[in-house]
């Protein structure tokens, strides 16, 4: 049995390397410029100032990574944020003695503002909350539908998005129906026809990914919701992709409720996602987490992000995230996404996969998805990682998610094409 002596050790042990700061040696941003490539750089060379910026990530130089899909990586500028953050945040120095570095009680228009302006709304229908997944619970939890009334979504919604209707369904019978999308999806009034075909005298919700997760294909988000809106439906947009993938406006897409989780295409920090709710819808959504101000209707959608003490620092990433892109210039940054995901497509193409990516283009942008059979997932998945340091999203038996986002070099690109075509050559029947 321990006595305390020995439990204390124990833990002076355990703790010490966690706690010692070899300042010389975990230099962040060592090697990291300070500013970011001057913008004319790109009029003369574009490859050369995507590869200026790419120094602006952590991500080591000899890996290439192709799941920004599942997180994205943050770079100096956005972790610069929130180092800077922590450090307003921990000196407890506010002026006000009622001011405290905590949220949860507050407006925060200072990160909702620039992120409004980002995303195509008014400041008071966003709520800063962790994720999509979080914001996505709010909504399914947060509407009344009564047993049997329908909710109809795609066959391809990320867990986050499909199990806050699940949970609704077991807990208070209401009926989740999906549609069932082509692989590819041909054309944007294929998506139409089938939710149009599926719709019931009982539906009252229509939920889907702007951007599935399965396939990246770019649903029509804004036929959808009018769709929606002209049968009295309530649409609700899981947008977890596409903040800093490409150009967002929610007015202009007309949905009732948009969610999303800029950790991934705009580089956000982990944990600050959004939840939008139309004006006119806000007093529809009961809270689900619940402090004072949830009765407070003037608040607006301010009150779904009251949720106790939280992490300001992220927020202040989040913000230089909306910054650099904007200094990038978003028209840049969804250019690039599509060149290099046209890039990848086109030679997986030529090596005889099939492509489960829409052939419009219009249907598509930083995500490229394949089925690569024979060839298998995750074995795949896990020899590119431990053979190559390439990381592919892998989904089993044959499917390939290929993410391209604009720190993404060409280079990179061919060094997984001629890994996977080593692969192949040694797999040729799987
Ligand atoms: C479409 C979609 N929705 C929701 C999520 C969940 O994101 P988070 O874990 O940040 O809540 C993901 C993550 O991949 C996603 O692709």
């Known amino acids: 049995m321990w006595d305390r002596r020995d439990f204390l050790s124990s833990l002076m042990v355990g703790a010490l390397p966690a706690l010692s700061w ?14 970011l490539p001057d ?26 990574y192709l799941n920004n899909g599942t997180v994205g990586s943050s770079p100096a500028p956005v972790l610069r944020a929130v180092i800077e953050g922590y450090r307003n945040a921990e000196r407890l120095a506010q002026s ?21 302006e980002f995303v195509g709304c008014k400041r008071d229908e966003i709520a800063l ?55 590819p999806v041909p054309n944007a009034a294929a998506v139409l026809n089938l939710f149009e075909d599926a719709l019931t005298p009982r539906t009252r919700v229509i939920f889907f990914s702007h951007i599935p997760t399965v396939t990246g294909t770019v649903l029509p988000a804004k036929e959808l919701c009018s769709l929606a809106r002209s049968k009295g439906i309530l649409s609700a947009v899981d947008g977890a992709h596409v903040p800093g993938m490409m150009k967002l406006n929610i007015h202009e897409i007309g949905c009732d409720m948009y969610t999303s989780s800029p950790h991934k295409w705009l580089q956000a920090p982990k944990g600050c996602g959004f939840l939008y709710v139309r004006d006119e819808v806000i007093d529809r959504l009961w809270n689900t987490i619940v402090t004072e101000g949830w009765d407070e209707p003037k608040l607006r959608a301010e009150r779904f992000q009251r949720i106790g003490s939280s992490n300001v620092p992220v927020l ?27 890039y990848i497509l086109q030679e997986m193409t030529k090596r005889g996969v099939t492509s489960w990516t829409s052939p419009d283009p219009a249907l598509r942008c930083g995500i490229s998805t394949v089925s690569v059979a024979p060839n298998k997932m995750p074995e795949m998945e896990y020899w590119m990682w431990k053979e190559k340091k390439i990381r592919i999203r ?35 029947s799987a």
């Not at 001011?99 to 507050?106: C, K, N, S």
Request: glycine share 6%; with cysteine.
């Open 394 to 428: 892998g989904g089993a038996p044959h499917k390939v998610r290929l993410s391209t986002p604009y720190y993404l070099l060409h280079q990179d690109i061919d060094r997984y094409l001629a890994a996977y075509d080593e692969y192949r050559l040694a797999h040729p």
């Open 39 to 64: 913008k004319s750089l790109y009029e003369t060379n574009e490859e050369v100032y995507w590869s200026e910026l790419r120094r602006q990530f952590l991500i080591p130089r000899d890996e290439v």
């Open 22 to 35: 070899n300042s010389a040696k975990d230099d962040l941003f060592a090697g990291i410029p300070e500013k």
């Open 316 to 342: 202040c990433g989040l913000k230089a995230s909306i910054e650099l892109a904007n200094e990038i210039g978003m028209d840049r940054i969804e250019k690039r996404h599509r060149q290099m995901a046209d």
């Open 129 to 183: 909350v962790r994720n999509a997944t979080e914001a996505n619970s709010y909504i399914a939890n947060g509407l009344d539908l009564k047993a049997g009334e329908e909710v109809l979504m795609t066959d391809q919604e990320h867990p986050g998005g499909e199990h806050p209707w699940n949970l609704k369904a077991r807990r208070y019978g209401i009926v989740v129906k999906k549609v069932e999308l082509p692989k």
């Open 96 to 116: 006000d003695p009622e001011d405290y570095p905590i949220w949860g009680y507050a407006a925060w228009n200072e990160f909702r503002d620039p992120l409004a």
